[in-house]
């Protein structure tokens, strides 16, 4: 995972107790390529902008990811575009929305971007608009 904090810090590693509905989890980071420190961290999902699930650490710098649907595609859960207050918008879809929830998860409208799932922190955001 990769875990960007609103301050602008990322973090990449491991959790065993990452869970969305609680308030902290415990990260291992990574400390060169693939392997990883001995020490846990404390991460409060309060100070998070977003978690985001990847396929791998590196990535793809030079990727362009698609900002929208394909007309034939029809995701599960509902279309939508998350403004952060950072400037940073997403789109994707998502089944677990609710306004007076802290977070939810998120899936990138494009299939072929790092992230798998995103967990998006609601505090971090200033809109959230259904497409």
Do not use: C
């Not at 969305?20 to 998070?48: I, T, Y």
């Not at 299939?111 to 200033?126: E, G, I, M, Q, S």
């Amino acid at each position: 995972m990769v875990v960007r904090y609103v301050d602008g810090r990322i973090i990449k590693g491991y959790s065993h107790d990452f869970h969305p509905n609680k308030p902290h989890f415990h990260l291992v980071p990574s400390v060169a390529g693939f392997s990883f420190s001995d020490e846990a961290m404390k991460v409060w999902v309060q100070d998070l902008k977003a978690v985001f699930l990847v396929r791998d650490f590196a990535g793809d710098p030079s990727y362009n990811e698609r900002k929208k649907f394909l007309e034939e595609e029809r995701p599960p859960g509902r279309k939508v575009e998350v403004t952060f207050k950072d400037g940073e918008v997403l789109v994707g879809s998502t089944v677990g929305y609710n306004r007076r929830r802290p977070a939810f998860f998120f899936v990138p409208a494009d299939p072929k971007t790092n992230n798998l799932r995103v967990l998006v922190v609601r505090a971090a955001v200033t809109k959230v608009r259904f497409l």
